[in-house]
């Protein structure tokens, strides 16, 4: 009997010791993953800082010669195919959720990347943007859809060798979503925005008496160069009123060369939170202190995330971070804001506000547009795309389109970026979604320091550690909905 017990004990201590080694193999494994995780992000966000130094560099019309080293490394590092597949391993095993999580993103960065850096992509896309469509697109029509077709083809091939029907849903699926919410969200954004936009161009062909109506220069208005000269004080009083010391922020503003062949003005994250840059278009004929404005609230969101965690200093998503950057440039568009500090007299501000809505309105069909061809172009690469753009452009805007080959017109983000259009619908959904929940709340979102806190608070701080559907439906209480942007555009 008293051998019996001790082989029970025995056994239970052994069953113990085992049970208790691995355990410390399980965490010295996660605590490997952890730095592996780490590590990969360091470094990515290593290389990323230094293409945007090198770039500025360039943009600035200074010395460099290291702008390509650092593409040609980042690329190899992340397209590293043992890389990619060690991240689907550790993703099937992984336990902890947090780490699967940081697994998942690695390996969507990776695949992004893979299909970058495979070599006939990179020859076609390469020589697309070598040609001069992008700068002279008139009677290059034809041409350009024929290599437009072409990259999708080769994308579509490089991503159904990773096992993706498209490369379109390899982007969604980095994205976080797939074709059923791709394509539900811009339904949403259809079914708010159609009734109105019908509604004003029905009273303005009644009103001029014509069958159709022309929308150039309506959808973004170009500030005089008067206006743009004390850019800087306007931007200073502007985030003053919101509580902020624009002078101590690391947001730095330099004046574009006048032979850089991109005129926008751009933004670089050289070292956040400590040091970002802004290159500014000031040209008579380029300058929009709105897209300025956007810029220094992309900025100013960038400084506030926490950065404790290199996984979750980054944004969300890039729809939410462009919603970010709304939060700022939107008061440019606000009457009060342009009574008080662009120092308008009251006839201009009534007669700017009268185009606005439809302005802002054309904007977001127009997007709708992009949005909807950009899919439609990597399902069927081999349609006839102007046919399929006019098409769409008839059914968002609801009069013939005019010139087809304008959606390629200075517009390198079309080629490079699919996701582009759709990610600034987000941007505009969330930024309206937000404005209306602080104005209702807190009484204004003009010249109130809570709407610095509320941002800081509910949006800003936690980076990536959130979605961004979680964040916007915890800091407004309800899910993300289109029907804001109505409101948002008629102030």
Not at 61 to 89: E, H, I
Not at 115 to 132: K, M
């Amino acid at each position: 009997m008293k051998r019996l017990t001790f082989l029970i004990l025995a056994v239970c201590l052994l069953i113990g010791l085992i049970n208790f080694i691995g355990c410390e193999q399980e965490v010295q494994k996660s605590t490997d993953v952890d730095a592996f995780v780490n590590d990969f992000f360091k470094l990515n966000n290593y290389y990323a800082s230094r293409i945007e130094m090198e770039t500025w560099r360039r943009l600035s019309g200074q010395p460099n010669d290291s702008l390509d080293y650092f593409k040609n490394k980042q690329v190899a590092f992340l397209s590293d195919s043992q890389k990619r597949d060690a991240t689907v391993r550790l993703i099937r095993i992984e336990k902890n959720e947090s780490l699967k999580e940081k697994l998942k993103h690695m390996h969507r960065i990776c695949l992004l990347a893979t299909i970058e850096a495979n070599s006939d992509v990179v020859r076609v896309r390469d020589s697309f943007i070598s040609s001069n469509f992008l700068s002279s697109p008139s009677g290059a029509s034809a041409e350009f859809s024929q290599a437009l077709s072409r990259l999708a083809r080769t994308r579509n091939q490089a991503a159904s060798r990773l096992g993706y029907n498209s490369y379109f849903d390899l982007l969604l699926y980095c994205e976080g979503i797939d074709r059923g919410e791709y394509l539900k969200f811009l339904k949403m954004v259809d079914d708010a925005t159609s009734p109105r936009f019908k509604q004003i161009v029905d009273s303005v062909l009644k009103v001029s008496g014509e069958s159709t109506i022309s929308f150039d220069g309506t959808a973004s208005r170009k500030l005089s160069q008067a206006e743009s000269t004390d850019y800087l004080g306007l931007i200073k009083k502007t985030v003053g009123g919101l509580g902020y010391n624009f002078e101590a922020m690391p947001i730095y503003l330099s004046e574009g060369t006048g032979n850089r062949q991109d005129k926008r003005t751009q933004l670089f994250r050289i070292d956040i939170p400590n040091d970002i840059r802004i290159i500014v278009n000031n040209s008579k004929d380029g300058f929009q202190l709105s897209d300025l404005f956007n810029h220094i609230g992309q900025a100013i969101y960038l400084i506030n995330i926490d950065q404790r965690d290199q996984f979750y200093r980054q944004p969300p998503s890039v729809g939410f971070e462009l919603g970010m950057a709304q939060m700022l440039g939107r008061l440019v568009g606000m009457k009060d804001w342009k009574r008080k500090y662009a120092g308008m007299p009251e006839p201009m501000v009534l007669s700017e506000s009268t185009g606005q809505e439809l302005s802002n309105l054309y904007r977001i069909r127009q997007e709708l547009v992009y949005s909807r061809f950009q899919f439609e172009l990597y399902n069927d690469p081999f349609a006839e795309l102007e046919e399929t753009y006019g098409r769409l452009y008839e059914e968002c805007i609801g009069v013939p389109c005019n010139s087809p080959q304008g959606i390629w017109q200075d517009n390198s983000d079309f080629i490079m970026r699919p996701l582009h259009n759709y990610d600034v619908l987000v941007g505009e959904v969330v930024a309206a979604q937000i404005y209306y929940y602080i104005d209702s709340k807190y009484g204004s979102v003009l010249d109130n320091p809570r709407t610095r806190e509320f941002l800081v608070q509910n949006m800003y701080r936690h980076g990536a550690r959130d979605s961004w559907k979680v964040l916007l439906e915890r800091g407004t209480g309800q899910e993300i909905s289109a029907e804001f942007l109505l409101s948002a555009f008629r102030d």
